[in-house]
């Protein structure tokens, strides 16, 4: 009789341990489920923020455009300078090659 008891408490404690296994296994796929979500959110908001910045991207280079420039300084009454108007600069002043590459660097800095 002793002997049938252990083994019906054996088979009891098995029992509760697959189940609490079971449990145990829904609440990781739960979790996996939520952290998956949470994944895919991330990558759509970089995939948003990766279309912004070439949209950006785009602006500061149709802003920059030498055509634009001219039209803009036109505008505000600028001109080309005559011959006797151009100074020449002697010094440690730094020039600067790449006008739209300096602009686009200053603005994601």
Partial sequence: MARILKKKSLIMVLIIAICAFCVWLVYLNA???KLQYEI???NNKITE???DMRNLEVSVKS???IT???EKAAQLGMVYPGFKDIVYLRG???VVQDF?????E???R
């Fill in 31 to 33: 979790l996996s489920s």
């Fill in 40 to 42: 895919n959110s991330l």
């Fill in 49 to 51: 923020s990766s279309w």
């Fill in 63 to 65: 802003q920059t455009n």
């Fill in 68 to 70: 634009n420039l001219e």
């Fill in 92 to 94: 440690e002043t730094p």
């Fill in 100 to 104: 739209a590459l300096a602009l686009k």
């Fill in 106 to 108: 200053n603005i994601y």
